[in-house]
């Protein structure tokens, strides 16, 4: 008995024991090679050990931690491949976070506020538990930009908050900008403010209307100027609410005035940033007028990852009251080519007009539809 706690005594001190330490030759040298445990190799300028965690900067000036249990050998020059411990057939955690980052490594620990990952050349990286859309297991030997397991690159929608006519109920990221660029003629910037608030303004050097009397398309050169705003309400993981605010104020076009415009639109999201169902009522208000000031409108969305790299999106606008508003609706359906900091949408817009047709005293009524390419350049800008 006293021979077992006293070996349960030691255990600590062994374990203590069995840490690499540095040596004063290491810290003098410009690169030392460290050989970790799961087979990856940390290059760079050894600093210092501070109890089980040593320093080393690596390139670019910045600080790598690595905890010395982990630490198989420490080398003056790069190692051989028979030095490497690596299993080829072993497998590696990618950590996929929302806004499409992915971080091959290993799970060290979770708290409230922080998960901690060791990456492949043994660094230290924290993001909030919020951040982590999920986690896949793919094989060893891929990159940090993400493989799937067949090697191919995978890239997350990262425009989840735009549709094309209407938007989700999910925000932007907090502190990204983006811009997106409609028909090569809509001009549009956002950023979002917190995880919960985004603010935006769209220009388009155009003004196009369609005439009620001929149903002709007038394009007039001059400059179209909105501000919008955004406010969502998760509530758990897969429903969330937001209220989209869109103002117009009074413009002067060539030939023509536009008066001022404001639309609330409430929104609903059912699903994931990347698979999700969202649904819609809005009103378009025009203070200018007294008759025909109010016209409101129902919204059906649908945004859908399918594959590594492509998104499907359908997004209608429903009109209650289509003579005020000179449509029945508007439908949309596109395909989204994901890339890492921009993404390319490409389909087909289609409008439902009404029309009165005359035949001698009576009148019948006929419904017109028109369909349009739709093409649509999104880009992030700012740090990933």
Known sequence: MKTVLFLLFLCPFLAQAQLIKITPEDTYRKHSYLLMRDGSVVRGQIVRQDSSIISVRVRGGDLSFVEADQVVKILAERPKDDNLII???????????????????????????MITVRKQNGQLTYFEPELLLRVDTVRAGGDEKGLTTLGKPAFANRFWPFLPLTATAFNAEKGKGYYRNALLLLNEFHYGVTQNLSIGASVNP????????????????????????????????????????????RQ??????????????????????????????????????????????????????ISRNLTVLSDNVFYL?????????????AFRFDRRRHAFDLGALSVIQPRLAYYGMSTSPSTYSYFYPYIAYNLLIGRN
């Open 87 to 113: 299993n080829p057939s072993a497998s590696q955690t990618v950590f996929v976070l929302k806004d499409g980052t992915q971080l091959p490594g290993t799970f060290v620990r979770k708290n409230e506020t």
């Open 206 to 249: 155009f003004i196009d209307v369609f005439e009620r009397e001929n149903m002709a398309r007038e394009t007039v050169l001059s400059t179209n100027y909105r501000f919008f705003s955004k406010l969502t309400f998760p509530i758990g993981d897969q429903f969330r609410f937001g209220v989209n605010v869109t103002y117009q104020p």
């Open 252 to 305: 002067k076009g060539t030939l023509f005035s536009m008066p001022q415009q404001l639309l609330l639109h409430g929104l609903f999201s059912l699903g994931s940033n990347q698979r999700n169902v969202t649904l819609g009522y809005g009103m378009r208000l025009l203070p200018d007028y007294t008759v025909y000031s109010k016209t409101p409108f129902i919204s059906a969305g649908a945004m859908h990852k």
């Open 321 to 333: 009251n289509p003579y005020q508003s000179n449509a029945s609706a508007n439908l949309s359906l």
